[in-house]
Nanobody
Framework: QVQLVESGGGLVQPGGSLRLSCAASGTIRSINTMGWYRQAPGKQRELVASITSDGSTKYSDSVKGRFAISRDNAKNTVYLQMNSLKPEDTAVYYC???????????WGQGTQVTVSS
């Protein structure tokens, strides 16, 4: 079994920064993709950023240049550094771990990010 535990959400003013962390535990296959998704009220869940086990990254257009995803493979942890936050970044952020060779994926419980003055 795999567990994902997120931390780092909260309330921040526009223009501020937050750093999300997600630690995976359990049986972690070495080839995987870790990512962050978000879901705002009334909207579908969307990909924010992802990073493969060999370091390839992908970002949604809405966060390019403001967010940075990174990972520590030794700790099975993925990070999302969020800068220049905007009110439209307000959402529940979910960590995702995907094993491409077997098609399994796991989700964290979600952490709330609120950008408001």
């Amino acid at each position: 079994q795999v567990q994902l535990v997120e931390s780092g959400g909260g309330l921040v003013q526009p223009g501020g920064s937050l750093r999300l962390s997600c630690a995976a535990s359990g049986t972690i296959r070495s080839i995987n993709t870790m990512g962050w998704y978000r879901q705002a009220p009334g909207k579908q869940r969307e990909l924010v950023a992802s990073i493969t086990s060999d370091g390839s990254t992908k970002y949604s257009d809405s966060v390019k240049g403001r967010f940075a995803i990174s990972r520590d493979n030794a700790k099975n942890t993925v990070y999302l550094q969020m800068n220049s936050l905007k009110p439209e970044d307000t959402a529940v952020y979910y960590c995702n771990l995907y094993f491409p060779w077997v098609g399994y994926e796991y989700w964290g419980q979600g952490t709330q990010v609120t950008v408001s003055s």
